[in-house]
Structures are given as C-alpha cells and as structure tokens.
C-alpha cells in the first residue's frame, strides 16, 4: 500500500509515559535517527526528580520533545505538533501544551479503569468526546507489541516493555527516518541477551510495519535536511560537551584534568562522562561531600594540575568557603555550577537561572569570581575552554554557569578541529623573581605579572621556590601574613583588579539587528539564547526591528556592553530568575531595564517572549 | 622498635611509601627546615617541641625540600606550615585532609603531611577525616590533641572530658567526648599511632613510621595548650607517674608497663581486655602487641583501656600498621590500564564519537 508523503518544514513531537516507560530512550533515539537525517534538531527532556514514581501517576510522567525542521532552528519548540501518550497520566499531564488540531498517539491499553481513576479521568478521554479538538490515533501499543512478540522466549513483562520500541518503529515510519542507527544500537545495548535483543528489534520493526499497513494512518511525512555549513555533525546535550569541553582544556593548557565532586542532580552525569575517560589521565575524586570535591580540586590546582569542581546550587552553597580559599590562594580552579531549581532542595530536574548572584557573591569577603555562562548545549563545550583559559591565565576560581536545560537538551554540532583550538599557557614560575634587600634573590609568590595581575604559579616540586601561602591576607608581593590595614586595602582592590582586567581578553559583543533600526534591544544571558533568538525572528518576520545581544561573560562584563546598552531606547531582559542580571546591569550602568521573569522551571517558549517584544515595541 | 623502618637503616629503602619522592643531593639538617617566620605560639606551648623535632626528623627522610608539602587547617596547630622551609599551605578549617587528597593524588612525586588539631579534625572536619583514612590517601596526618579550643580562647573541644569547665561550658561540658585513636580505627585507618609532644625519641620513632607507611597515617600527638588547658597530660609526663599510667606499645613484645613493668594487658573471660598484675595472672597470659594484625579488634580493645579523665592506661605507640594500597596509588593503576590497553586518548576522535554524519 502507497501512502500519501506530505512534505514539512518542522515538526515537534513530545513522548509522553510512565517513568518505567522508556521515554527518554525512545526520545534519544528518534533524535539520533533525526540527527543522521541532516535535520537540525533541539531536545528537551523532561523528567521526575523520583527515580520511579508510583506508576500510572501524574508525578511519576517522564517526557521528552524534539524539534526538527529542514532549516536552522533554536529551540525545542513551544508545542508538540504530535504527542505520544503511553498512559492517562501522560495525556493528562501534557494535553495542556497541545494545540487544537494537533496528533495525539494514545495507548489504548493502558487506558483501564484503574489507571483512569488513578489521575481523576471519571470517564474515558478517548470516548467521551474532550478529546474531539484534536486528531487523536487510538492505537493498542501494548497488547500489538505483546502479540508481535509471540513465541519469543522472553516474559511477559519483558513483552510489554518493548512497547516504546513499538512506538519508535511507528515514529520513524511517520517521519520517513531511517533505521539503521536503532536496530545497531539495540544490537550492541542487549548484545548479551540475545533474546530480550531479538524481541526489541522485533517490536521496533512491528511498529514500523504497523504504520506502513494501518489505515489509522493516510499520510506519511518528510522534512528535507536543513541546509548547515559544510562539515561533519554529531547531535550533543550539553553535559557531554562540558565533559568534552573540560578534556580539551586538560589538552590545550597540557594540565592534568583533575574532577573533585560529588553527586548532586542535574550534574551527575559530567562526574560519569569524565570518569570514563582515563585515557587521557583524567581523574575523578567522587568526595565524600562538596566541601571535599573542590577542597581536592584546590589541592590539585595547588600541585599543578587543572582542578575542577562540578555541582549544582546546593552545592555552590557548600563550597563557598572553599572557593573563597581559592580567590585568596590565587588559583586556577573551575566552578561548574549546572543550575536547577531552588532554594534548598527545589526542583532537581528541572532547569533555572537563579544562581548568578550566588556565583557572584556567594562569599564572605570581597571575593571576585569571574562567570562565565554557556547558551547552548553544544556551546558547553566552547565555554568550558573559555572558563579554563580565564581561570589558568589569571590564577583565579571561575564560575560556569550552565543549567539543567543546557544539561540535558541536545544540537547537532559541526564538530571542530581541534588543532583550530587556542593553546592555553600555564606559565609555572620556575625561577626566583625578587632582589632582597641584601641583594640576593628571592621567590614572591604575590609578585603580579602587570599585565593580567595574575601572581606567578609555583607549584611544589620547583626547587628553590618553596613558600608557604594560605587564607590568611597576605602582604602584596612578599606574600607573607598581613594584618596591615594599608595592605589589606591594597590586596582586596587588586584582586578585584585582576578579575576586572579580563574584560580586556573578552570579545566586544556584536548587536544583532539585520533591519540595523531597532530601538528595543533584548538582552539575556545562558540558555535563554534559544527562546530569545527564535523570538526576534517571529518579530522581524512580521515586519518589526528588534536588536539582540547576548552575553556570555556575567563577570566581568565585555567592555563594550555599557555604551550597547545607552544606545537603545529600551531594553527587555527576560531571565528565568527574578531579576538578577536586571540587578547587575542596572547597578553597573544605570540603565534601567524591562525584566520578564519566569521561574517556572521550564525554558521560556518563544512566542511568549515575541509578545514581550511586541508589547514593548506597541507600548513605545 | 617499629619493624617497619629500624634506625640502623635509614637509606631511603626504610621508606618504601616514598619511592616516588626526589631524594635530596645533599645530607640536610634540621636547619634547612627552619623557615624566616617568627614563630608565634604562646612561649611554653607544645608545639615548639613537636616543629623542633619534626625539624630534626624531615632531614632523615633524605627528600627534595620543594617535594615536601605540608597542608594544615586553621587553628594553633594549623600554623605549623609556615615555620617549615617546604612548601605550604594553611588552609581553612577543618578541611586540610580534603585539600591534601587531591595534591597526593595528583602528585606522586610528593611527600604530603596534614597539620591538624582536636577541633579542626574531629569537630569541623571530622568527615573528610574519616573518609581520608578509609580510602588511604598516601598523607600522613599529625593531629595535635589539647583538648580544648585554643585559638578561639578556651572552649570545650570534642576531646575535652565531660565536666570540664570552659569558657562555653561554665557547669561543666556535657558533651562526651571522642577517642581519636577508637575513632581512626573504626574509620578503617591502615596506620593509627599516639605519642606525645614532649616525648622527643618516641615522637621522632613514630613519626619515622608513619612516613615509612604506604597509605594514610594518622598520629595522634598530645600537645600541652599551657595557655587554656595546662597540665592535661599530665599524668603521662611527669616522670613520677607517667610509667603507671602509660604503656608504651611495641610490636611483637609482651604488653607491659608500670614502674618495675609489674602490670599487663591481659583477655578476660568474656573477651575484653583488661589491665593485670603480670605475677598474678602469669606472663603467658599477657598479650603481645600486633600491629600488623589485619583485624582492628584487639587495637581497638586497647584504645579503650584508657580512662578519658585520669588517663590511666593510657597506650602510646602504633596501634595498627597493616599493608593496603593507596588511593592514589590505586588512581594511578587504572589509568595506566587503560592506557596500556587501549593508547593514549585522541582529542579529535573523542570530539567526533561515533554517531556523525557529513554535511557537504
Ligand atoms: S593557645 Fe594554647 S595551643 Fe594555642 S599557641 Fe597558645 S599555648 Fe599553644
């Protein structure tokens, strides 16, 4: 049977399931088929902080979106155009997100009785008419998946779990993608049970035949490639290319990766990715608490190597001291702080902004930290690079604030050759730097180089430059105990110095204004980059001028923002916080800015953000 | 004598665990190891003997200097690093062993040494103690115990005997108080020693121990606070009484002590031990010490002997020294598998994985 091909420019799906469901499986699976089809994509998983909540329960749903389109697009969409309900609990949770018209895929199986009664359904959605607004594709994912598998040697449990891959098969006919990458990919996950293997591929390629037969669908679906700059791609979530990004700041600066950290959600999986790296003699201390993962990072910074710490604001918390150490001691050490929700425990799995003015000054003391922040999820990797370069060239803690959305969401990335990577130079002193008095040679370990005021790097192991430093202030050059009022002054102004003179390594930012008359700027910083820039282009395309700059450097500012700033006539900060860079800017500038706060713990959509845009420029 | 390093051989082979430290091209005195800081401890304070002797102790171990690292926290004891001409770092409280885990473990080619105190290790850091002596970091940890807070002026430590009357306990503390040894040997610690500050020999016998041993080390050191809690040793040193009160443990000898070594430790019947007139209960029925012994049972039996508050039978010497590799020795080994098995990483081919496709 030859079906009708309709052709789409983008397309955005959300699976929807029970915990135990496989959703997030499924999700990375569609989006690697994706990926190979030379679309360009953007994910959003979305997931319970419980590791299996109460099945068929709305707090135990687990989701995952994806965005593809055949040209470029910059976030995993504002709403599914298609959504894959494998239980009640998921329809219930996410029907709000779906507009009129779009496709539901239910689950008929899972839609008894008890499941109904268990998320508040009194009657059946799929009979009693609620869900008439949308095309709704009743399908019995289960008992086919169970039926497919008949004669398998394998439980029925093991049957019924095969039903995400059912669904896959039927997606991936849907959208005419490919399905090589699935069936090697479940080949080698259940390579040693050859049974359990068997049966997924088998239910993978029902679902797929099932599309090809049914009559409950008349359209197949294509999304050409989106036209990217030559090169060669992989699709990459944002806690890979951190990893990734770390390692080849190990390699650039020729230090040895050094992680101190211990588990916190969303930053976990940056702990597991480098730990499986020792090829390229990476250790991973997982500490007995946070103190202790950026105390050793401290330690190893101190020997030498590149220290590394990475949590989440909880974490931040703890540490604090420590980092405050490290702002004293003149160490490179690296804060990877993935933001979630908070305060206290808050939300672990879902992502916010509101850890800037913690990473800002979260300390006792006047203890400047550079920040630096990515604002995509490949854009982890370049940013880690960033953070290494500020933190080993002006012996400092830097913060890198990437969040729980970067974490987990996921972009094609033209991979880069490596050798187009800048050299990060350590510079270890080796050598005594100071006449004494007496005229012999001395070693001061606070004697700063003029131009980036770091102070020499003397690690243990150098003969003759032995010295002893600590969080006690120290006196200006000969880096002895200091309690002099004149000195500690001086020390403090010349540590917020040094973090001031990086601005002059930073990049001027470059306003995009393709219409070159905007009078309303919109500024923002992190993983809003996405919503934001897909915002500006839902204005300028109905015909309005917006400019947009986005920053990626929190502390200190690039040099040129403030005049940026004073030559708009307004400016929009949207942040999923409730005002925290608003509070920066204003503060620094005196510019007075239109914050839009959300903290919701889910990415802003853009077409909430181009109404933001539209009022201000209607409001004007 | 500890059957680990005699000091007939002082060649570096006594010291094993320091293989991968430089040795130094030249005899040191204990000159070299004087820094230009003014000591500024109270005068007649504990910690003069033990930087005296530790100064005295640094040149037998024949090292590089610059490959000699001492880390302390914050406190009297924590100030020690600055008057060693090694390198070191005074960092915050309680967290020295955290801090001194990630440069051991990055650093074989260093000989690292944790500078500490009462409260700084067993009150603020206590965690990072405990998990530093289970995973057997290659530190050797001085704990300077004087029971009480000495910098912050006189409050009860987690060492002070209950009752006692401090600045912040005006009734009398009705906090119990910690064994650090108990507690080390409870922490699965491979080297567990006490001694005493003003013990000179005993000091520089242990301290020539707990180098040799490969592993985490931890020496508790009675320290006199002459300023806050003098006198609380003692019983252990005035030469009048210390023999009476205080059994000096050596391995593979009889456990013995009292003035004319009239009494031992000996098993009870329900199989703890207690403290014996040696004539009475017979010598074979005195214990020997093992500190090569692989269960903590019987060294930590000993820890308990003492009384906290009259400190009789109180045990000094090494408790426990058993062979376990070292964290950081154990780091180094799986990277060096991989290594060995599969080459050195290749940033691009990582960078590309194995899932791409070309966009021409
Ligand atoms: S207060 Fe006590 S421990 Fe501190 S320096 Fe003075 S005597 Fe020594």
Not at chain 1, 272 to 298: N, P, Y
Request: aromatic residues 8%; negative net charge.
């Amino acid at each position: 049977m030859s079906k009708q091909v309709v052709q789409l420019s983008r397309v955005v799906i959300r699976f929807a399931g029970d915990s135990g469901d496989g959703m997030q499986l499924t999700g990375d699976r569609f989006t690697s088929e994706t990926a190979g089809m030379g679309n360009d994509l953007s994910t959003l998983p979305d997931f319970p902080a419980e590791i299996r909540a109460p099945a068929g329960t709305l707090p135990g749903v687990s989701a995952f979106q994806l965005h593809f389109a055949d040209h470029d697009i910059m976030t995993p969409g504002d709403s599914p155009n298609v959504l894959v309900a494998m239980n009640p609990a998921a329809l219930k949770a996410n029907l709000g997100d779906v507009p009129r018209g779009a496709d539901i895929i239910v689950n008929t199986d899972e839609f008894t009785k008890r499941n109904l009664v268990k998320v508040g359904y009194e009657t059946n959605p799929i009979e009693d008419g609620s869900l008439d607004p949308f095309k709704v594709h009743p399908i019995a994912l289960t008992s086919m998946t169970v039926e497919a598998l008949k004669g398998f040697d394998i439980t029925k449990k093991d049957a019924e779990r095969a039903k995400n891959m059912f669904a896959l098969g039927l997606l991936c006919w849907l959208y005419h993608r490919p399905t090589e990458g699935t069936i090697d990919f479940l080949t080698a996950k259940f390579g040693n049970k050859p049974e359990i293997m068997k049966a997924n591929l088998r239910a993978f390629e029902a679902g797929w035949s099932y599309g090809e037969t049914t009559e409950e669908f008349s359209i197949q679906y294509e999304i050409s490639p989106a036209p990217m700059r030559p090169g060669t791609y992989r699709n990459m979530s944002g806690n890979l290319a951190l990893s990734y990004g770390l390692i080849a700041a190990s390699k650039l600066s020729g230090l040895t990766l050094f992680l101190g950290s211990y588990p916190i959600t969303p930053a976990s999986d940056i702990l597991h990715e480098l730990s499986r790296h020792k090829r390229f003699g990476v250790m991973t201390f997982q500490a007995e608490d946070e103190i202790s993962g950026v105390g050793a990072a401290i330690g190893a910074s101190y020997g030498g190597a590149l220290g590394v710490t990475t949590t989440s604001g909880p974490g931040v918390a703890l540490k604090s001291e420590a980092i405050g150490l490290a702002v004293s001691l003149e160490l490179p050490l690296l804060v990877v702080d993935v933001q979630r929700g908070g305060p206290s425990t808050g939300l672990p799995t879902k992502t916010e902004q509101a850890d800037l003015l913690q990473a800002m000054f979260g300390r006792n003391g006047e203890a400047p930290v550079p920040i630096v922040a990515p604002q995509s999820p490949s854009d982890c990797f370049f940013a880690a690079i960033e953070a290494a370069r500020i933190a080993i060239t002006y012996r400092t803690p830097v913060f890198l604030l990437s969040d729980g959305y970067l974490a987990n969401g996921s972009e094609p990335w033209c991979v880069p050759d490596v050798s187009t990577l800048a050299k990060i130079e350590p510079n270890f002193a080796y050598e005594l730097n100071h006449e004494a008095a007496d005229g012999t040679m001395e070693f001061w370990p606070y004697l700063r180089d003029p131009e980036t005021l770091a102070r020499p790097w003397a690690v243990p192991g150098t003969a003759g430059l032995e010295h002893r430093i600590g969080g006690i202030e120290k006196s200006d050059g000969a880096g002895t105990i200091s309690y002099d009022p004149d000195n500690h002054d001086k020390m403090v102004r010349l540590r917020q110095a040094k973090v001031d003179a990086v601005a002059r390594t930073i990049p001027d930012l470059v306003v995009d204004d393709p219409d070159g008359d905007a009078r309303v700027l919109i500024l923002g910083w992190g993983s809003t980059f996405g919503p934001i820039g897909a915002a500006c282009r839902l204005v300028r395309a109905a015909g309005e001028s917006v400019a947009q700059i986005h920053l990626r450097h929190l502390n200190p500012f690039p040099s040129n923002l403030g005049m940026i700033l004073k030559s708009y006539d307004r400016v929009i900060l949207p942040e999923m916080n409730l005002g925290q860079l608003s509070m920066l800017i204003r503060a620094e500038y005196l510019v007075d800015i239109i914050g839009y706060n959300q903290v919701r713990g889910m990415p802003f959509k853009s077409d909430e953000l181009a109404a933001v845009i539209t009022d201000v420029l209607e409001s004007g | 004598m500890f059957s680990r390093a005699g000091e007939e051989d002082m060649t570096t082979d006594a010291f094993p665990a320091l293989s991968l430290v430089p040795k130094a091209d030249a005899p040191q005195s204990a000159k070299d190891f004087k820094s230009d800081q003014e000591v500024r401890w109270c005068p007649g304070c504990g910690d003069y003997a033990i930087l005296s002797t530790v100064q005295s102790f640094l040149p037998d171990l024949g090292l590089k200097r610059e490959n000699i690292v001492f880390v302390s926290g914050i406190g009297c004891s924590s100030r020690f690093p600055y008057y060693l001409d090694t390198f070191g770092l005074h960092s915050i409280h309680g967290r020295a062993p955290a801090i001194a885990t990630g440069l051991a473990t990055s650093r074989p080619d260093l000989s690292v040494w944790v500078i500490t105190g009462d409260g700084d290790a067993l009150s603020i850091g206590g965690n990072h103690l405990i998990h530093a002596l289970r995973r057997n970091v290659n530190l050797k940890i001085l704990l300077f115990n004087n029971r009480i807070y000495g910098l912050t002026k006189g409050q009860y430590s987690p060492t002070s005997e209950r009752g006692k009357i401090t600045k912040s306990s005006p009734q009398g503390s009705i906090d119990y108080s910690f064994n650090p040894v108990s507690l080390a040997l409870g922490a699965e610690a491979t080297f567990v020693a006490r001694t005493i500050d003003s013990d000179r020999k005993h000091l520089t016998e242990v301290l020539t121990a707990a180098a040799a041993h490969e592993g985490t080390a931890l020496v508790e050191i009675y320290q006199n606070c002459n300023i806050f809690n003098d006198d609380a040793w003692e019983p252990l040193k005035d030469t009048d009484t210390s023999d009476d009160f205080m059994m000096r443990l050596v391995h593979g000898e009889p456990i013995r002590f009292g003035k004319h070594q009239e009494k031992g430790v000996a098993r009870k019947a329900d199989g703890h031990l207690e403290v014996v007139e040696v004539a009475k209960a017979g010598l074979d029925n005195i214990l020997s010490h093992d500190a090569h012994a692989k269960d903590p049972g019987l060294a930590f039996a000993l820890s308990r002997l003492s009384n906290p508050r009259t400190l009789a039978n109180t045990p000094i010497g090494v408790f426990r020294d058993i062979t376990r590799p070292s964290y950081d020795r154990l780091m180094r080994d799986q990277i060096a598998e991989v290594i060995e098995a599969q080459g050195a990483g290749d940033l691009q081919t990582l960078l590309h994985g194995n899932d791409t496709w070309a966009v021409s």
